[in-house]
Nanobody
């Protein structure tokens, strides 16, 4: 199983970006999917998560600006980021809890990360 993230880049403050993360490989089911970020010198932190049923959870710092969504048919999770601020600059990682086969336990997978840089 692999998670491939894309959509990062350089944007001015106030701008928008949309991140995508597609899961591929042997997949029986995907439970929660999410986005985390890590800024230089800081610990990785949760940005947003979404359950298979569509329930969402956001970090206080991004509420009202970021929207997480998923396409279960495509095994893909998205992060729409609006009103970006310089403090949003970080490497963004996608994450998913995946069951490869019905008889196997759910395991956590991480994507390699995509850089988001917001200039002031």
């Amino acid at each position: 199983v692999q998670l491939q993230a894309s959509g990062g880049g350089l944007v001015q403050a106030g701008g928008s970006l949309r991140l995508s993360c597609a899961a591929s490989g042997s997949i029986f089911s995907i439970a929660d999917m999410g986005w985390y970020r890590q800024a230089p010198g800081k610990q990785r932190e949760l940005v947003a998560t979404i359950t298979s049923g569509g329930n969402t959870n956001y970090a206080d710092s991004v509420k009202g600006r970021f929207t997480i969504s998923r396409d279960n048919a495509k095994n893909t999770v998205y992060l729409q980021m609006n009103s970006l601020k310089p403090e949003d600059t970080a490497v963004y990682y996608c994450n998913a809890r995946i069951q490869e086969l019905f008889c196997k336990p759910v395991m956590v997978y991480w994507g390699k990360g995509t850089q988001v840089t917001v200039s002031s």
